[in-house]
Nanobody, 124 residues
Framework: QVQLVESGGGLVQAGGSLKLSCAASGRTFSSSAMGWFRQAPGKEREFVAAISGGGGSTLYADSVKGRFTISRHNAKNTVYLQMNSLKPEDTAVYYC?????????????????WGQGTQVTVSS
């Protein structure tokens, strides 16, 4: 079993930055692809970014490319999401997810474990 705990969410003005963290336990972290997803009220959960087990391969949604950066520190069992130039439409609950596979995955059905989520609110 894998436990994921997100942190770092909050309220920020448009144009600001936040860095989310996700601490993982219970599995060999470096063999797991990790992803970030988000869900706004009344909308489906959507892919944000993913990173391979070793960190050498990343994927991004078009809506965040160039503004968000996913990274991981395997010695700390932690994955990060640096969010810059935030927009009101980035407002959502952000979820961390882990997959039983090494390579980055884009679809939420491909992930096996999920955190509880952290709220990000961007004011205009």
């Amino acid at each position: 079993q894998v436990q994921l705990v997100e942190s770092g969410g909050g309220l920020v003005q448009a144009g600001g930055s936040l860095k989310l963290s996700c601490a993982a336990s219970g599995r060999t972290f470096s063999s797991s692809a990790m992803g970030w997803f988000r869900q706004a009220p009344g909308k489906e959960r959507e892919f944000v970014a993913a990173i391979s087990g070793g960190g050498g391969s990343t994927l991004y949604a078009d809506s965040v490319k160039g503004r968000f950066t996913i990274s991981r520190h395997n010695a700390k069992n932690t994955v990060y999401l640096q969010m810059n130039s935030l927009k009101p439409e980035d407002t959502a609950v952000y979820y961390c997810a882990a997959a039983n596979t090494y390579y980055s995955r884009r679809y939420y059905q491909e992930y096996d474990y999920w955190g509880q989520g952290t709220q990000v609110t961007v004011s205009s």
